[in-house]
């Protein structure tokens, strides 16, 4: 509970209280209005939480992982063209995470102000507001690298028990008004969407969704603790927040003749159905289940980047596992980033109303490309044509509904989110086409036909030995195919005797776990071309894995011991290795698209803040060299020069 539903579990803070805002207050609503805006809650989180999410999408489980990059790790295979939607969600996704905390967090320190003693000293003074926010935040994103596995253990108690406050305090104020029962009856739904009483008419389903913004997060966090489980737990969970919904529906319809009410600047239906005296117990459990929604969304954008740097889509960035498990990982840059991004949100907005503006545009995005993927999910997996179709024009229709009223929210706001979605969108693309431009025009030669030169290198007693080992860490290794920048490195830029050279290659597979390797020896015992198949959740620790695989092959009779007499470890038949780690710098003399030049420079740009590769690769404490070779893309462009006689 505290992992999944922590998002979705703290709408009822926000979701009414920015419906009523949007209406004009307390005064302007009517019963058929209150009852019609229930049934829209209500029926939005039946159809997409309920039917798409726990039914439909928790099918398309990649080894137990959701998630839009495991998805799209299912279906890839359908097309190339499946990794633009894969990309426009995960980037709106990681945005979705920059506001949850800023708009949660305020939402419930607003609560305050139902204080009397707190309204009699400070007032309606916002930056006494901005200021606590800021302080749970900055706590929030500086406890990160210390691991959250102790938190977590409470997260669901508490999660439990928050729940469990929302249906009760629902329970004892549905009696005021039993007439919102009707809200179960879409009829009513439907019918405010063209009732003159609703002035936003159908750019109403903007603020509606936001009770529903927690269902992409509960499909990504399968992972940790099952479908089953959530499938169990749901139903809890639904009852509870349904129950919350319709008891600040009956409050309001009970409350809309208080003159005194409708004067009430932000008035939250969420505090004010609260008993007497027990506003600031409300307030501190409405900022623990906030901190604890933010947590679950910070915990998840660091899955997310994860999973996009294995797929390739972003490039390498320092990853650190504080917990015993290695789902618990902490990206210092990810966290510094999501922290000034969310400060800088709250002291930009200020109030939880002008953030709820910027708030829903870009999950809505995340669910469209997420319905699309599932589509081809479905075909993959010999669902009948018609429900597959069903499936994509029923939710893509209504998705589609949300996001066009959700486009009202741009100039107040949802620029922001378009923007932050915009900016990782550029650097996951700059890093897709740039491994491609790559992959299209990079030189490649037969390592077989190097073989010759290899072996009469390794035995040339004239030659001091580089390194009894000598790896190379190489981005593609197909059959015998090696980049030509390697064997530039062993027999041009300097000449490396070793005993054995090892081309590693790692693959980053569509299973989330997987730990394989593959040997490929040429017929030889000098050469080693290793293949790392890693799932996209694994740690590339390439150091401890090459230490297993050698002592396989001494094992097995493949390799030569490499007795050391000279070691802290008596009896090493290990040698010393050296990874040699190829820098490369954009050529001159490169001919290719100036579009592709571009591209080809800002990743060389971007690479300069990702993580080094000896840290990626977990040899940093390894004998590490690294070597500049030009990077020659397409047709080398050549020179004429004329001699001057």
């Known amino acids: 509970m505290g992992v999944v539903y922590g998002d979705i579990g703290t709408s009822p803070l926000y979701v009414m209280k920015a419906i009523l805002n949007e209406q004009g207050g307390l005064g302007s609503v009517t019963n058929d209005f209150v009852i019609g805006v229930v049934s829209l809650v209500f029926w939005t989180v039946m159809l997409?939480?309920?039917?798409?999410?726990?039914?439909?999408?928790?099918?398309?489980?990649?080894?137990?992982?959701?998630?839009?990059?495991?998805?799209?790790?299912?279906?890839?295979?359908?097309g190339k063209y499946l990794i633009v939607p894969a990309m426009i969600g995960g980037a709106a996704l990681l945005a979705d995470g920059v506001l949850t905390p800023a708009v949660t967090v305020t939402t419930a320190i607003e609560g305050l102000r139902g204080i009397p003693e707190f309204s009699a000293h400070f007032g309606m003074d916002q930056n006494i507001i901005v200021v606590i926010t800021l302080m749970i935040l900055l706590v929030l994103f500086f406890i990160q690298r210390f691991g959250t596995e102790l938190v977590g253990r409470a997260f669901g108690p508490i999660m439990l028990l928050w729940f469990t406050f929302l249906g009760v305090m629902g329970l004892m104020n549905i009696p005021?008004?039993?007439?919102?029962?009707?809200?179960?009856?879409?009829?009513?739904?439907l019918h405010l969407l063209f009732s003159p009483d609703n002035k936003a008419g159908i750019f109403i389903l903007g603020s509606i969704f936001l009770a529903t913004t927690g269902a992409e997060a509960l499909y990504s966090d399968m992972g940790h603790v099952g479908k089953k489980n959530i499938r169990f737990s749901w139903p809890y969970v639904m009852a509870c927040l349904t129950l919350n919904y319709a008891g600040q529906a009956a409050w309001m319809i009970h409350s809309k003749g208080n003159v005194n009410l409708h004067q009430v600047e932000e008035l939250n239906p969420f505090f004010q159905i609260l008993p007497d005296g027990w506003i600031i117990f409300g307030v501190?459990?409405?900022?623990?289940?906030?901190?604890?929604?933010?947590?679950?969304?910070?915990?998840?954008?660091?899955?997310?980047?994860?999973?996009?740097?294995?797929?390739?889509?972003?490039p390498r960035l320092k990853i650190m596992y504080p917990g015993s498990s290695i789902g618990q990982m902490y990206i210092p840059a990810i966290n510094l980033i999501l922290w000034l991004a969310c400060s800088l949100i709250v002291v930009t907005f200020r109030t939880s109303s002008h953030m709820e503006a910027a708030y829903g545009l870009s999950i809505t995005v995340t669910m469209l490309m997420t319905t699309f993927l599932l589509y081809h999910y479905m075909r993959q997996k010999n669902v009948s044509r018609l429900l597959s179709y069903l499936m994509i024009v029923?939710?893509?229709?209504?998705?589609?509904?949300?996001?066009?009223?959700?486009?009202?929210?741009?100039?107040?706001?949802?620029?922001?989110?378009?923007?932050?979605?915009?900016?990782?969108?550029?650097?996951?693309?700059?890093?897709?086409?740039?491994n491609q431009i790559q992959e299209n025009n990079a030189e490649e030669v037969s390592l077989k036909d190097y073989l010759p030169q290899l072996q009469e290198l390794k035995d040339d007693k004239r030659i001091p030995y580089y390194q009894t080992n000598v790896v190379f860490m190489v981005p593609k290794l197909e059959n015998d195919q090696i980049g030509n920048q390697f064997i530039y490195s062993i027999l041009d830029k300097r000449l490396k005797r070793a005993k054995v050279y090892w081309f590693v290659n790692v693959e980053v597979t569509d299973e989330p776990y997987t730990r394989e390797y593959s040997i490929d020896m040429m017929g030889t015992d000098f050469i080693v071309q290793?293949?790392?198949?890693?799932?996209?959740?694994?740690?590339?620790?390439?150091?401890?894995?090459?230490?297993?695989?050698?002592?396989?092959?001494?094992?097995?009779?493949?390799?030569?011991?490499?007795?050391?007499?000279?070691?802290?470890?008596?009896?090493?038949?290990?040698?010393?290795?050296?990874?040699?780690l190829i820098q490369e710098e954009l050529s001159t003399v490169t001919n290719?698209?100036?579009?592709?030049?571009?591209?080809?420079?800002?990743?060389?740009?971007?690479?300069?803040?990702?993580?080094?590769?000896?840290?990626?690769?977990?040899?940093?404490?390894s004998d590490v060299t690294y070597e500049t070779v030009p990077l020659v893309l397409g047709q080398a462009r050549k020179t004429w020069l004329k001699e001057r006689t």
């Open 284 to 314: 501190i459990f409405a900022t623990i289940a906030a901190i604890i929604a933010s947590q679950a969304l910070i915990s998840g954008s660091f899955t997310l980047v994860s999973e996009a740097i294995k797929l390739k889509l972003l």
């Open 48 to 78: 997409l939480t309920t039917v798409k999410y726990v039914i439909i999408a928790l099918n398309a489980d990649n080894h137990g992982e959701g998630g839009i990059f495991s998805l799209y790790a299912l279906v890839r295979k359908g």
């Open 176 to 189: 005021y008004d039993f007439s919102v029962v009707k809200a179960i009856n879409p009829y009513y739904a």
């Open 530 to 580: 290793v293949k790392l198949y890693l799932g996209f959740r694994i740690s590339q620790d390439v150091n401890v894995y090459l230490r297993q695989i050698i002592h396989d092959l001494m094992r097995q009779g493949r390799l030569d011991k490499q007795p050391q007499h000279y070691s802290l470890t008596p009896g090493r038949q290990v040698g010393d290795f050296r990874f040699v």
């Open 394 to 434: 029923f939710f893509g229709t209504l998705e589609g509904f949300f996001f066009i009223s959700s486009i009202t929210k741009f100039f107040h706001g949802g620029f922001v989110a378009v923007g932050m979605a915009g900016i990782i969108l550029m650097v996951m693309y700059i890093w897709h086409r740039s």
């Open 592 to 621: 290719i698209p100036k579009w592709d030049r571009q591209i080809m420079q800002a990743r060389l740009a971007i690479k300069r803040y990702a993580v080094s590769p000896e840290r990626w690769f977990g040899i940093e404490y």
